[in-house]
């Protein structure tokens, strides 16, 4: 079973940082390809993220150079450290899990990121 519970949402002024933290159940970010992904009002669930368990990662052109993701496999933590933060990075963001018995993602309740001007 797949659980993922985000934290460290919030809101904040643009060009400042936030970081995200997801909690995964057991073994699940040691063995499956983790990701972070963003959905604002009106439009559709995108990639923001990814990250192998090689330790390969990916980003969107959107947030490289601004956004960095990380994991503790001993803490089953997934982070995404989120700088120089621009008004289009508000959205929901939600932490994702593709464990390899798994033909689909699996998703966290997502929290929410707010960035004024």
């Known amino acids: 079973q797949v659980q993922l519970v985000e934290s460290g949402g919030g809101s904040v002024q643009a060009g400042g940082s936030l970081k995200l933290s997801c909690a995964a159940s057991?073994?699940?970010?040691?063995?499956?390809?983790m990701g972070w992904y963003r959905q604002a009002p009106g439009t559709e669930r995108d990639m923001v993220s990814t990250?192998?368990?090689?330790?390969?990662?990916n980003y969107a052109d959107s947030v490289k150079g601004r956004f960095t993701i990380s994991q503790d496999n001993a803490k089953n933590m997934l982070y995404l450290q989120m700088n120089s933060l621009k008004t289009e990075d508000t959205a929901v963001y939600y932490c994702?899990?593709?464990?390899?018995?798994?033909?689909?993602?699996?998703w966290g309740q997502g929290t929410q990121v707010t960035v004024s001007s």
């Open positions: 990250i192998n368990t090689d330790g390969t990662t």
């Open positions: 057991a073994n699940i970010i040691r063995t499956s390809r």
């Open positions: 994702a899990a593709r464990p390899p018995w798994l033909m689909a993602w699996r």
